[in-house]
């Protein structure tokens, strides 16, 4: 049935919209949003704004008998305007998008020139899913440019739509749907199937959803903690349009959070009641290892600043964990353990301030995505690091110093690195337990700025008895590995018998292994119908044992002849 509605001509209103986003004053995240954004006002028609429902705000227009039209922004203006006339008002309410478009300025006192309007319009950015681009954000800023010549907002953040670990849209009927609150305190299987399972509009939908619970959460969903649940979030918003949930990385994050605390427990052990330095007329040596973190540190301060400014939440994330679990907790803390007991006090003050100030400052790099444990730990870390304050809330960002990036520390870690590394590829080729001690071998000295150090760091994090720093290796059948001039070896004295025997007997079991996985690619059978990757992973398999083989092979030939 034809009706009369009400439509606003929207020809005049989106050219300065499309203006605003082709000069770059109004910028999309992901930026092909864009395209979604400019298309539609390109392409606008005029906007049917009447609806015919009880509830929004109704539209000021008014009839009198005759059916003409008057307009008011309101009735009492509108008696003013016509106090004989006779008039009724029309029962239609405006359009929800009307009313929203209306949000970013009505919302700050507009039309009166109110404080919170000239300092909050337009506001930084809009976060919101791509689904309403054209709905509510192109609206949005018709309406306030057309209101009040200013944009509403400077950036658009378009965020993914979250999914289960399947990639499936979340729905009640299906029972894939996930409760926030279930994730930060858990919740157990009984709890959780009946949680999911009251409400549902159609009772054949139960056992479905039964069967999803079943297979998906059978001991229930453990607690992970607000902290745990934030950062997997935040660790998962890449610019993809769709995102999968999925709990194993809740599990991750949370132990991550662990470590953070464990680390700040042990910086406290060998801090606490201890001078750290905030005395600047106290003497401090900063060796390589100590400038290599506050290095790191001022690159991943600028790393989690690039991806805040671009929107890039999972880069930063990254970075921050990256940072505290890879280079602060695993290389740093195991190395500071070091050069605590060393016998200068000068080194031992410049390590213990370096493990305050590191930390506090990676507490607030972190407190955004972790804001419970970070304020936990700052109130016992910052008074260490001389940082005053009732939270870390209110404290500063952090912000990266180049001047401090010290590319020639990082080049002497980046040796010590390399050869703990290779001495532990060498003590895991040997199978040696983890208790067990030797000396190492190497036929030149490491290049770096403070070799003793290096070498006391590199005794520690590989198990050494001792560096030996030789012009010739020992003959020995022990395996060698090479970093950059130098080649290092475990050595150890064995029996040569009892040696050449175990690897014979090694050798025969990858010869066996070797001649399955020839006869198995061998066969066309299994070539042409088995899955492309279970076929690549066998070559894989035998490519591997085909090395090691060599390894044994070349082991074998350094032993002495058998009496």
Known sequence: MLTEQWFVKMESLARPALEAAATGDLKFFPEHWTTTYRQWLENIQDWCISRQVWWGHQIPAWYDEAGKVYVARDEEELRKKFPAKALRRDPDVLDTWFSSALVPFSSLGWPQKTKDLEVFLPSSVLVTGFDIIFFWVARMVMMSLHFTQRLPFRHVYINAIVRDAEGEKMSKSKGNTLDPLDLIDGISFDALLKKST???????????????????????????????????????????????FDLSRCEGYRNFCNKLWNATRFVLMNTEGRDCGLDERAPVKLGFIDRWIVSQLQRVEAEVAQGY???????????????????????????????????????????????????????????????????????????????????????????????????????????????????????????????????????????????????????????????????????????????????????????????????????????????????????????????????????????????????????????????
Request: charged share 25%.
């Open 198 to 244: 009251v409400g549902l509009l159609r009772a054949e939908h139960r056992p479905k959803v039964e069967a999803y619970i079943r297979a998906h959460f059978a001991n229930g969903i453990p607690a992970f903690g607000a902290d745990a649940l934030r950062f997997t979030f935040a660790s998962l918003a890449s610019f993809s349009r769709t995102l999968n």
């Open 309 to 563: 400014a671009e929107y890039r939440f999972d880069n930063l994330a990254g970075a921050i964990y990256r940072f505290v679990w890879d280079e602060y907790c695993d290389w740093y803390l195991e190395l500071a353990k070091v050069q605590l007991q060393d016998a200068d006090e000068a080194v031992q003050r410049g390590t213990r301030r370096t493990l305050v100030r590191v930390l506090e400052t990676a507490l607030r790099l972190a407190h955004p995505l972790i804001p419970y444990i970070t304020e936990e730990l700052w109130q016992k870390v910052a008074p260490l690091a001389g940082k005053k304050g009732d939270t870390i809330m209110l404290q500063r960002y952090p912000q990266s110093q180049p001047e401090k990036i010290d590319e020639a520390a990082e080049r002497d870690m980046a040796l010590l690195k390399a050869w703990t590394m290779a001495t532990r590829n060498l003590r895991a080729e040997a199978k040696l337990a983890p208790g067990e001690r030797l000396p190492l071998y190497a036929s030149a000295a490491p290049p770096v700025s403070d070799a003793p150090a290096m070498l006391a760091g590199l005794r520690s994090l590989a198990r050494l008895s001792e560096v030996k720093i030789v012009g010739t290796l020992p003959e020995s059948p022990s395996p060698v590995a090479v970093v950059g001039e130098a080649r290092l070896m475990l050595y150890k004295d064995v029996d040569p018998a009892a040696e050449r025997e175990r690897l014979q007997k090694e050798t025969a079991r990858l010869a066996a292994e070797i001649g399955k996985a020839r006869a198995q690619l061998g066969n066309p059978s299994f070539v042409e119908r088995a899955p492309a990757p279970v076929v690549a992973q066998m070559r894989e398999r035998l490519a591997g044992f085909e090395a090691t083989l060599a390894k044994v092979a070349a082991q074998l030939e350094k032993l002495p002849p058998a009496r």
